[in-house]
């Protein structure tokens, strides 16, 4: 990575409100860390196959498959995290329960203990990522195709992320000692630390801007290091703000409007050239609730990088469009 | 060719007076909650006693109904013309404060407290996935509840469904919570407390005392004695939940119900709103029809995207005025403004398209997008008005 900004920095967790594409930003960021044969480590955990759908790929499952080569020759893995196959996992490994681990699967335990119990359930999906940024090839056992630059986290939405992040608080009711507990603590610790980063993506509308002001809010009291805000789907208006200008003006003359639009060739009537005037004053509408939006973004104080919309989605080059963007921006150093 | 679905129009809906329960679900962000709104304000100022049930409304949302904090009680709306003699009452979910009045009604008082004070319960009452579904259901059958009998509070009740990623999630819900505690591993964990004399507890009694040493050892004892007697806890109260979860899934499926999808023009939310559509028709749940929110339109609809996008590149050539006034490069933007709009436009019908080719007889209505964020009881009257078009 080239950027400064993250040096050090091995968790990206992203999360926002839904519907602003985070697993799509998530993606790019992916795939912008992939650079110059970096491998990065893309895991989501909500079981939505979000992944798969980005990169047109089959779905994925607890295997760490690539799906995708960076720019410049890196390579992007997915994995998708099940809590119960988490739970088996973690169980395995530090119990060596063998055939108790198959009867705890028959009598419905691990659907109990990750359905009833949700920070049970948030610490297996977290630890499988603090597994992951774990690893190092010093340590015995690590296969070198299983360690990476840079994870990526796909996390929950704005509205649980907290709840998520915070592992620890959310235990400490359920399970005051013992080794999930321990298991918690390590985690927050990780999460706590300089490795990693929470980036937030929002839309420039009123409720995900919203939401990330509160999430902004929360996870600093949960002492949780913020990254960037990332605004999604910006869009450039091909009229620049001097033709807005003149167009609010009171006495606004549609005169060599209408002029200029009978030398084109077109029909101009008095509904053609009122609707036009309506469309700018319509931006000019637009974009001022916009700069609401981002006067309030801009108090959170964060680096703050923009993706513009993609018109096409994600079908036809749209996430390579994206990288490129995000690529460019980390390169440059976040603007505001 | 394309074929013209039929038009949604929410006045017959809300002249009918046998239809007491309007249900607006769809995927999460499409605008739910501002629909339930302004349908209920419309409904209220038709003359109708109604109460809206809102979930999680945007702050200014909230402000325009005058709910100020999160509030189970219903409170009158000032805002809305009383004058054809209707009424509006609203509320937003307390998710927590449901499930303890639930647990209350369902279990002694001794019982109770033991309940509401168990760890497990404050973790599955204010997180488990599809708590919010269920109380929103509970809730929609308590109001139901009060909405019987002679003086009956209200004569029509809205209700907005949780911001779930799946607009099934809220029909899933009681069924998912139930399957939960008729689980097995929840009859295990409450094998001990009832008589241990049934022939296959013997049998198995080898592997479940082996499993519950393992659990012990991950989770630590105190963990397991707290979801045990959370489980024995919930059993009691078992069937009085299992009962009112079928009673409101039956509410849902009566004719005095009418369901409104509610998506916007983009392909995602318009094939959750199908998935919903199709579900509902198997269900035999009766779907009033699909409210498009935010649909972008052209002020000059003759004005083809491809014609404006040249008609731009030829003005750039035009030569320029004299002074400071609009010049042609000013008309070149606004055509380019408008192209970019109209290619907006076409893509959403092609979405809208896909939709009624899928569900031809489905009626619908659009709502046009607004400049503005929704934050005012006028804003929430003139899309009623556009949902009666």
């Not at chain 1, 919203?210 to 990332?230: D, K, Y």
């Not at chain 1, 700018?280 to 700069?291: E, F, I, S, Y």
């Not at chain 2, 769809?26 to 109604?50: D, F, H, Y």
Request: glycine content about 10%; charged content about 20%; overall charge negative.
């Amino acid at each position: 990575m080239t950027s400064g900004d993250w040096d050090g920095v091995r968790l990206h967790v992203v999360t926002g409100k839904g519907g602003t594409g985070k697993t799509t930003v998530a993606a790019a960021l992916a795939m912008a860390l992939a650079t110059d044969g970096k491998r990065v480590l893309l895991v989501e955990v909500e079981g939505r196959q979000g992944i798969s759908g980005v990169f047109d790929v089959p779905r994925l499952g607890d295997d760490e498959v690539q799906v995708a080569t960076g720019p410049g020759g890196g390579q992007v893995v997915g994995l998708a995290v099940d809590p119960k196959a988490a739970l088996l996992e973690y169980l395995q490994m530090f119990y060596k329960l063998g055939m108790a681990g198959g009867m705890l699967e028959r009598f419905g335990v691990i659907d109990f203990a990750t359905t009833v119990a949700p920070g049970l359930r948030d610490v297996l999906l977290i630890g499988k990522v603090y597994e992951a940024v774990r690893r190092r090839p010093s340590r015995r056992g690590t296969r070198s195709d299983k360690l990476y630059d840079a994870v990526v986290l796909d996390a929950p939405p704005t509205g649980r992320v907290g709840q998520f992040l915070g592992v620890n608080h959310a235990m400490s009711g359920l399970a005051k000692m013992g080794p999930v507990k321990n298991q918690a603590d390590s985690i927050t610790a990780m999460l706590q630390s300089s490795q990693t980063v929470v980036h937030l993506v929002t839309l420039l509308e009123e409720m995900p801007v919203q939401e990330t002001v509160e999430a902004a809010a929360e996870l600093r009291g949960l002492s949780l290091p913020l990254g960037a805000v990332i605004v999604n789907q910006e869009v450039t208006p091909p009229v620049g703000e001097r033709t807005l200008e003149l167009l609010a003006a009171d006495d606004f003359d549609t005169e060599p409007l209408a002029t200029d639009l009978t030398s084109l060739g077109l029909r101009v009537g008095p509904r053609m050239v009122r609707g036009l005037t309506q469309t700018g004053v319509d931006l000019t509408q637009r974009l001022a609730l916009q700069d609401r939006e981002r006067a309030a973004l801009a108090e959170l104080d964060l680096p703050t990088y923009h993706l513009p919309l993609v018109p096409g989605g994600m079908d036809g080059g749209g996430l390579l469009e994206l990288t490129a963007t995000l690529t460019k921006q980390l390169t440059e150093g976040a603007g505001v | 060719m394309t074929t013209q679905p039929p038009l949604l129009d929410i006045d017959e809906l809300l002249h009918d007076r046998s239809v007491s329960t309007i249900v607006c679900c769809g995927s999460g962000g499409v605008g739910k909650t501002t629909t339930a709104a302004a349908i209920a304000i419309r409904a209220a100022e038709q003359g109708r006693t109604v109460a809206v049930l809102t979930i999680d409304p945007a702050k200014r949302l909230a402000q325009a109904l005058g709910l100020a904090h999160l509030d189970n009680e219903p409170a009158p709306v000032e805002a809305i013309d009383d004058s054809a003699g209707g009424s509006l009452d609203a509320m937003m979910l307390d998710m927590k404060r449901t499930f303890d009045e639930l647990v209350l009604r369902h279990s002694a008082p001794d019982k109770a407290q033991q309940i509401l004070e168990n760890p497990f319960y404050q973790a599955v009452s204010s997180s488990f996935a599809g708590t919010q579904e269920y109380m929103a259901m509970e809730r929609l059958g308590q109001l139901h509840a009060e909405q019987a009998g002679d003086d009956a509070r209200w004569d029509l009740i809205v209700v907005d469904t949780p911001p779930s990623r799946s607009a099934l999630d809220f029909l899933d819900a009681p069924k998912r919570l139930g399957s939960f505690l008729d689980g097995k591993f929840i009859r295990l964990l409450m094998s001990p407390a009832k008589a241990g004399g049934r022939a296959y507890l013997k049998v198995m009694s080898v592997g479940v005392n082996t499993m519950t040493a393992v659990m012990s050892k991950v989770l630590g004892g105190q963990l397991l004695r707290d979801a045990q007697t959370f489980v024995a806890a919930l059993d009691s109260m078992f069937g009085g939940f299992r009962e009112r979860a079928d009673q409101t899934y039956a509410l849902l499926s009566d004719a005095a119900t009418a369901f409104v999808v509610v998506a916007t023009p983009e392909r995602d939310a318009l094939r959750e709103a199908s998935f919903f559509a199709g579900r509902l028709a198997s269900e035999r749940m009766p779907l009033a029809g699909l409210v498009v929110n935010r649909v972008e339109h052209t002020h000059v609809p003759s004005l083809r995207e491809g014609r404006a996008e040249a008609a731009a590149d030829e003005a750039d050539e035009l030569d320029t005025r004299a002074g400071s006034g609009w010049q042609p490069a000013d008309t070149a933007a606004l055509l380019r403004l408008h192209s970019e709009r109209a290619a907006q436009a076409g893509r959403q019908e092609a979405a809208i398209g896909r939709f009624t080719a899928a569900h031809p007889t489905i009626p619908q209505v659009v709502v046009a997008a607004s400049a503005q964020d929704v934050n005012d009881v006028e804003q929430l009257r003139d899309i009623g008005a556009q949902l009666a078009d």
